[in-house]
Nanobody, 119 residues
């Protein structure tokens, strides 16, 4: 059974930074992509970033390019999202998810971690 467990969320002021983590288990992920999504109150869930499980390529939403960095160290089953220069628009629940590299559909999801940016 696949488990994705996010952590690292919290309350931060505008311009601050947070690093999210996602611990993955329950499957051999070598043919998978793993990524981050977010959902703000009253809005649809949106893509943030993704990376191949074995490393690169990385893809980012335009709204986070240059501020967020997704990393997945090869030897670890943990995904990270370094978020810098945060704004109130980044306030959301952040989810970790995986998809098979031959599919565009994300099928495994974590429970999410709340990120709140105060102005």
């Amino acid at each position: 059974q696949v488990q994705l467990v996010e952590s690292g969320g919290g309350l931060v002021q505008v311009g601050g930074s947070l690093r999210l983590s996602c611990a993955a288990s329950g499957r051999t992920f070598s043919n998978y992509f793993i990524g981050w999504f977010r959902q703000a109150p009253g809005k649809e869930r949106e893509f943030v970033a993704e990376v191949g499980w074995m490393g690169g390529p990385t893809t980012y939403a335009d709204s986070v390019k240059g501020r967020f960095t997704i990393t997945k160290p090869n030897a670890w089953n943990t995904l990270y999202l370094q978020m810098n220069n945060l704004t109130p628009n980044d306030t959301a629940v952040y989810y970790c998810a995986t998809r098979n590299r031959y599919s565009t559909q994300y099928v495994d999801w974590g429970q999410g971690t709340q990120v709140t940016v105060s102005s």
